[in-house]
Protein backbone atom coordinates (compact mmCIF):
# COMPACT_ATOMS: atom_id res chain seq x y z
CA UNK A 1 0.00 0.00 0.00
CA UNK A 2 1.27 3.48 -0.87
CA UNK A 3 1.42 6.52 1.39
CA UNK A 4 2.38 9.42 -0.59
CA UNK A 5 3.54 12.84 0.59
CA UNK A 6 2.31 16.20 -1.54
CA UNK A 7 4.27 18.90 -1.61
CA UNK A 8 2.06 21.39 -1.96
CA UNK A 9 2.89 25.07 -1.34
CA UNK A 10 1.03 26.83 2.10
CA UNK A 11 -1.34 28.64 1.11
CA UNK A 12 -2.43 32.20 1.97
CA UNK A 13 -3.36 33.01 5.44
CA UNK A 14 -6.46 35.06 4.12
CA UNK A 15 -7.61 32.43 2.04
CA UNK A 16 -7.75 30.38 5.26
CA UNK A 17 -8.49 32.80 8.21
CA UNK A 18 -10.59 35.69 6.17
CA UNK A 19 -14.07 36.68 6.84
CA UNK A 20 -15.48 34.13 4.43
CA UNK A 21 -14.95 30.77 6.61
CA UNK A 22 -16.21 32.65 9.58
CA UNK A 23 -18.97 33.42 7.88
CA UNK A 24 -19.66 30.24 6.58
CA UNK A 25 -19.24 28.42 10.28
CA UNK A 26 -22.26 31.08 11.11
CA UNK A 27 -24.41 29.93 8.47
CA UNK A 28 -24.06 26.16 9.15
CA UNK A 29 -24.19 26.44 13.21
CA UNK A 30 -27.67 28.64 12.20
CA UNK A 31 -28.82 26.29 10.14
CA UNK A 32 -27.68 23.29 12.73
CA UNK A 33 -29.42 25.46 15.48
CA UNK A 34 -32.55 25.93 13.59
CA UNK A 35 -33.20 22.46 12.66
CA UNK A 36 -32.56 21.28 16.62
CA UNK A 37 -35.32 23.62 17.29
CA UNK A 38 -37.58 21.88 15.02
CA UNK A 39 -40.38 19.51 17.12
CA UNK A 40 -40.49 17.76 13.56
CA UNK A 41 -36.90 17.06 13.22
CA UNK A 42 -36.39 13.13 13.53
CA UNK A 43 -32.71 11.89 14.40
CA UNK A 44 -31.10 8.67 14.54
CA UNK A 45 -29.17 7.51 17.37
CA UNK A 46 -25.64 6.22 16.63
CA UNK A 47 -25.04 3.86 19.68
CA UNK A 48 -21.97 2.77 17.74
CA UNK A 49 -18.47 4.48 16.22
CA UNK A 50 -19.59 4.53 12.54
CA UNK A 51 -16.17 3.38 11.25
CA UNK A 52 -15.31 0.64 13.96
CA UNK A 53 -18.19 -0.34 15.87
CA UNK A 54 -16.81 0.19 19.11
CA UNK A 55 -19.91 0.84 21.51
CA UNK A 56 -21.12 4.61 22.20
CA UNK A 57 -21.16 4.66 25.80
CA UNK A 58 -17.64 3.21 25.85
CA UNK A 59 -16.58 6.40 23.60
CA UNK A 60 -15.49 9.70 25.65
CA UNK A 61 -17.32 13.21 24.28
CA UNK A 62 -15.55 15.37 21.80
CA UNK A 63 -17.79 18.11 21.93
CA UNK A 64 -20.80 18.50 23.60
CA UNK A 65 -21.52 22.14 22.47
CA UNK A 66 -24.78 22.18 20.39
CA UNK A 67 -24.52 18.91 18.86
CA UNK A 68 -23.46 15.77 21.33
CA UNK A 69 -20.04 14.12 19.00
CA UNK A 70 -18.07 11.45 20.38
CA UNK A 71 -14.48 10.61 20.13
CA UNK A 72 -14.22 6.42 19.32
CA UNK A 73 -11.54 5.17 21.96
CA UNK A 74 -10.71 2.43 19.60
CA UNK A 75 -9.92 4.36 16.55
CA UNK A 76 -10.07 7.98 16.71
CA UNK A 77 -12.65 9.22 14.57
CA UNK A 78 -14.98 11.77 16.06
CA UNK A 79 -18.64 11.14 15.15
CA UNK A 80 -22.43 12.93 16.07
CA UNK A 81 -23.59 11.06 18.60
CA UNK A 82 -27.31 11.10 16.64
CA UNK A 83 -27.68 12.35 13.20
CA UNK A 84 -30.75 13.68 11.60
CA UNK A 85 -32.49 11.97 8.44
CA UNK A 86 -30.23 12.24 4.80
CA UNK A 87 -33.26 13.84 3.20
CA UNK A 88 -33.15 16.28 5.84
CA UNK A 89 -29.43 17.11 5.42
CA UNK A 90 -29.47 17.41 1.54
CA UNK A 91 -32.10 19.40 1.66
CA UNK A 92 -30.23 21.71 4.22
CA UNK A 93 -27.22 22.01 2.11
CA UNK A 94 -28.88 22.50 -0.82
CA UNK A 95 -30.48 25.47 0.47
CA UNK A 96 -27.26 26.35 1.88
CA UNK A 97 -25.63 26.15 -1.86
CA UNK A 98 -28.05 28.14 -3.35
CA UNK A 99 -28.42 31.04 -1.18
CA UNK A 100 -24.32 31.18 -1.79
CA UNK A 101 -24.29 30.84 -4.99
CA UNK A 102 -22.64 34.11 -6.16
CA UNK A 103 -19.42 34.06 -4.51
CA UNK A 104 -19.25 30.45 -5.15
CA UNK A 105 -16.16 28.88 -7.07
CA UNK A 106 -13.26 31.78 -7.74
CA UNK A 107 -10.48 30.56 -5.12
CA UNK A 108 -10.54 26.89 -5.51
CA UNK A 109 -8.81 26.50 -8.49
CA UNK A 110 -5.81 25.06 -6.17
CA UNK A 111 -8.16 22.40 -4.79
CA UNK A 112 -9.39 21.60 -8.33
CA UNK A 113 -5.56 20.61 -9.29
CA UNK A 114 -4.95 18.61 -6.21
CA UNK A 115 -7.54 16.66 -7.27
CA UNK A 116 -6.66 16.11 -11.01
CA UNK A 117 -3.10 15.12 -10.14
CA UNK A 118 -4.46 12.71 -7.28
CA UNK A 119 -5.88 10.89 -10.02
CA UNK A 120 -3.31 11.23 -12.43
CA UNK A 121 -0.64 10.28 -9.93
CA UNK A 122 -2.39 7.00 -8.83
CA UNK A 123 -3.34 6.14 -12.28
CA UNK A 124 0.68 6.45 -13.36
CA UNK A 125 1.68 4.72 -9.96
CA UNK A 126 -1.41 1.57 -10.32
CA UNK A 127 -0.31 1.29 -14.44
CA UNK A 128 -4.02 1.53 -15.11
CA UNK A 129 -6.01 3.73 -17.78
CA UNK A 130 -8.83 6.03 -15.57
CA UNK A 131 -10.14 6.94 -18.83
CA UNK A 132 -13.92 7.65 -17.57
CA UNK A 133 -14.47 9.36 -14.47
CA UNK A 134 -18.09 9.86 -12.50
CA UNK A 135 -18.29 12.71 -10.45
CA UNK A 136 -20.47 12.33 -7.40
CA UNK A 137 -21.83 15.09 -5.85
CA UNK A 138 -18.57 17.48 -5.60
CA UNK A 139 -20.11 19.35 -8.39
CA UNK A 140 -23.16 20.35 -6.32
CA UNK A 141 -20.73 21.10 -3.54
CA UNK A 142 -18.59 23.48 -6.15
CA UNK A 143 -20.06 24.87 -9.15
CA UNK A 144 -16.69 25.90 -11.19
CA UNK A 145 -15.54 22.02 -10.68
CA UNK A 146 -16.95 21.10 -14.19
CA UNK A 147 -15.81 23.82 -16.00
CA UNK A 148 -12.08 23.11 -14.33
CA UNK A 149 -12.16 19.25 -15.70
CA UNK A 150 -12.90 20.49 -19.06
CA UNK A 151 -10.25 22.99 -18.82
CA UNK A 152 -7.37 20.69 -17.16
CA UNK A 153 -8.18 16.96 -17.71
CA UNK A 154 -8.00 16.26 -21.42
CA UNK A 155 -7.30 12.42 -21.02
CA UNK A 156 -10.77 11.72 -19.35
CA UNK A 157 -13.91 12.13 -19.77
CA UNK A 158 -16.12 12.92 -16.80
CA UNK A 159 -19.81 12.53 -15.46
CA UNK A 160 -21.21 14.36 -12.66
CA UNK A 161 -23.66 13.23 -10.43
CA UNK A 162 -25.31 16.07 -8.47
CA UNK A 163 -27.03 16.15 -5.55
CA UNK A 164 -30.52 16.66 -5.69
CA UNK A 165 -33.70 16.88 -3.61
CA UNK A 166 -34.49 13.49 -3.79
CA UNK A 167 -31.24 11.67 -3.68
CA UNK A 168 -31.85 10.57 0.08
CA UNK A 169 -31.28 7.25 -0.23
CA UNK A 170 -28.55 5.97 -2.13
CA UNK A 171 -31.08 3.82 -4.78
CA UNK A 172 -30.80 6.38 -7.21
CA UNK A 173 -26.72 6.96 -7.26
CA UNK A 174 -26.61 3.41 -7.43
CA UNK A 175 -28.21 3.01 -10.53
CA UNK A 176 -26.49 6.08 -11.99
CA UNK A 177 -23.32 4.48 -11.27
CA UNK A 178 -24.27 1.37 -12.75
CA UNK A 179 -25.64 3.19 -15.82
CA UNK A 180 -21.92 5.44 -16.03
CA UNK A 181 -19.91 2.26 -15.87
CA UNK A 182 -17.03 4.28 -14.35
CA UNK A 183 -13.62 3.14 -14.51
CA UNK A 184 -13.13 5.40 -11.13
CA UNK A 185 -15.34 7.57 -8.91
CA UNK A 186 -14.31 10.80 -7.11
CA UNK A 187 -15.72 11.27 -3.85
CA UNK A 188 -14.28 14.32 -2.37
CA UNK A 189 -16.72 16.23 -0.22
CA UNK A 190 -19.75 13.55 0.90
CA UNK A 191 -18.05 11.15 3.45
CA UNK A 192 -18.07 13.56 5.98
CA UNK A 193 -21.59 14.93 5.65
CA UNK A 194 -23.66 11.91 5.17
CA UNK A 195 -25.96 9.94 7.94
CA UNK A 196 -24.12 6.96 6.76
CA UNK A 197 -21.39 6.92 5.28
CA UNK A 198 -21.27 2.75 5.45
CA UNK A 199 -24.19 2.86 3.09
CA UNK A 200 -23.48 5.29 0.35
CA UNK A 201 -19.63 3.17 0.35
CA UNK A 202 -21.67 0.11 0.09
CA UNK A 203 -23.93 1.45 -2.87
CA UNK A 204 -20.54 2.49 -4.71
CA UNK A 205 -19.20 -1.26 -4.56
CA UNK A 206 -22.77 -3.00 -5.28
CA UNK A 207 -23.29 -0.97 -8.47
CA UNK A 208 -19.21 -0.38 -9.83
CA UNK A 209 -18.16 -2.98 -11.70
CA UNK A 210 -15.00 -5.09 -9.59
CA UNK A 211 -11.83 -3.54 -10.19
CA UNK A 212 -13.06 0.06 -10.16
CA UNK A 213 -11.34 2.81 -8.70
CA UNK A 214 -12.88 5.03 -5.98
CA UNK A 215 -10.97 7.67 -5.02
CA UNK A 216 -12.04 9.24 -1.62
CA UNK A 217 -11.38 12.36 0.77
CA UNK A 218 -12.58 13.10 3.99
CA UNK A 219 -11.29 15.25 6.99
CA UNK A 220 -9.36 13.57 9.31
CA UNK A 221 -9.47 13.12 13.13
CA UNK A 222 -5.70 12.26 13.39
CA UNK A 223 -4.93 15.55 12.17
CA UNK A 224 -2.80 17.87 14.98
CA UNK A 225 -5.33 20.57 14.30
CA UNK A 226 -8.12 18.21 15.62
CA UNK A 227 -5.48 16.81 18.36
CA UNK A 228 -4.65 20.26 19.79
CA UNK A 229 -7.36 22.75 19.25
CA UNK A 230 -9.75 19.88 19.54
CA UNK A 231 -13.82 21.12 18.86
CA UNK A 232 -12.44 24.51 18.77
CA UNK A 233 -10.47 23.41 15.59
CA UNK A 234 -11.77 25.92 12.95
CA UNK A 235 -12.49 23.22 10.65
CA UNK A 236 -15.25 21.44 13.14
CA UNK A 237 -18.36 22.68 11.36
CA UNK A 238 -20.90 20.34 12.95
CA UNK A 239 -23.27 19.83 10.20
CA UNK A 240 -20.76 19.89 7.68
CA UNK A 241 -18.65 16.96 10.14
CA UNK A 242 -21.05 14.66 11.22
CA UNK A 243 -18.19 11.84 11.01
CA UNK A 244 -14.62 12.77 11.06
CA UNK A 245 -12.88 9.61 10.28
CA UNK A 246 -9.76 8.57 11.61
CA UNK A 247 -6.87 6.84 9.16
CA UNK A 248 -7.43 3.60 10.94
CA UNK A 249 -11.17 3.73 11.26
CA UNK A 250 -11.96 4.72 7.74
CA UNK A 251 -9.36 1.71 6.62
CA UNK A 252 -11.27 -0.95 9.31
CA UNK A 253 -14.80 0.45 7.38
CA UNK A 254 -13.29 -0.01 4.25
CA UNK A 255 -11.87 -3.60 4.98
CA UNK A 256 -15.28 -4.38 6.37
CA UNK A 257 -17.37 -3.49 3.39
CA UNK A 258 -14.77 -5.91 1.21
CA UNK A 259 -12.82 -2.70 -0.71
CA UNK A 260 -9.48 -3.01 -1.34
CA UNK A 261 -7.27 -0.13 0.71
CA UNK A 262 -4.78 0.73 -2.46
CA UNK A 263 -3.69 3.83 -0.97
CA UNK A 264 -3.67 6.44 2.03
CA UNK A 265 -2.58 9.75 2.45
CA UNK A 266 -3.13 12.92 4.36
CA UNK A 267 -2.23 15.55 1.64
CA UNK A 268 -3.60 18.47 3.82
CA UNK A 269 -1.75 21.48 3.41
CA UNK A 270 -3.50 24.01 6.22
CA UNK A 271 -3.13 22.27 9.54
CA UNK A 272 -0.17 24.38 9.84
CA UNK A 273 -1.08 27.45 8.64
CA UNK A 274 -3.84 26.96 11.42
CA UNK A 275 -2.08 27.06 13.91
CA UNK A 276 -0.08 29.12 13.32
CA UNK A 277 -2.65 31.34 13.11
CA UNK A 278 -4.51 30.71 16.12
CA UNK A 279 -1.58 30.28 18.47
CA UNK A 280 -0.62 34.18 17.04
CA UNK A 281 -3.40 35.74 17.85
CA UNK A 282 -4.93 33.61 21.23
CA UNK A 283 -3.00 35.54 23.78
CA UNK A 284 -3.70 33.97 26.48
CA UNK A 285 -3.46 30.57 24.84
CA UNK A 286 -0.12 28.80 26.78
CA UNK A 287 -0.06 25.05 25.36
CA UNK A 288 3.57 23.63 26.20
CA UNK A 289 5.71 23.53 23.55
CA UNK A 290 3.24 24.39 20.31
CA UNK A 291 2.81 28.08 22.25
CA UNK A 292 6.33 28.75 21.47
CA UNK A 293 6.58 26.79 18.50
CA UNK A 294 4.55 28.30 16.55
CA UNK A 295 5.07 32.13 17.93
CA UNK A 296 8.50 31.77 16.78
CA UNK A 297 7.63 30.10 13.21
CA UNK A 298 8.37 31.59 10.13
CA UNK A 299 7.14 29.89 6.46
CA UNK A 300 10.38 27.09 6.38
CA UNK A 301 9.25 25.96 9.58
CA UNK A 302 5.37 25.56 8.96
CA UNK A 303 5.65 23.86 5.58
CA UNK A 304 8.80 21.41 7.09
CA UNK A 305 6.11 20.93 9.62
CA UNK A 306 3.15 20.38 6.94
CA UNK A 307 5.42 17.58 5.07
CA UNK A 308 5.94 15.64 8.45
CA UNK A 309 2.64 15.95 9.05
CA UNK A 310 1.79 14.84 5.94
CA UNK A 311 4.11 11.77 6.37
CA UNK A 312 3.28 10.65 9.88
CA UNK A 313 -0.52 10.63 8.20
CA UNK A 314 -1.11 13.33 10.70
CA UNK A 315 -3.04 16.32 8.36
CA UNK A 316 -6.30 17.41 8.68
CA UNK A 317 -7.26 15.56 5.28
CA UNK A 318 -7.26 12.25 4.01
CA UNK A 319 -7.19 10.62 1.12
CA UNK A 320 -7.71 6.86 0.11
CA UNK A 321 -8.08 5.37 -2.78
CA UNK A 322 -10.19 2.07 -3.35
CA UNK A 323 -10.36 -0.75 -5.21
CA UNK A 324 -14.04 -2.38 -5.17
ZN1 LIG B 1 -14.13 3.69 16.06
Given at each position: ?????????????????????AQYRLERNKALLELMLDQSTVWHDRNACPACDQDTTQNPF???????????????????????????????????????????????????????????????????????????????????????????????????????????????????????????????????????????????????????????????????????????????????????????????????????????????????????????????????????????????????????????????????????
Amino acid sequence: MQTPVFLDHLPDIDAVAGQKPAQYRLERNKALLELMLDQSTVWHDRNACPACDQDTTQNPFFSQTMMEFRRCMNCNSIYAARVPGQTTIDRLRLDHIQARAADAGGDREFEFTSLLNWISLTEARLERKLDRVLDIRFATQAPAWPDATERLSHNRSWDFLELTPESDDFSALEAAVAKAAPKAILMPAELDRVADPAALLSALKAAATPGTVIFVASSCADGLEYEILGADSPSFVPLDRLTVFSVKGFETLSTKLGLQVLEISTPGRLDAVILDRYFKSAENTAIPFWSSFFREADKNRLRDLQILLQRSLKSGVLRFVLET
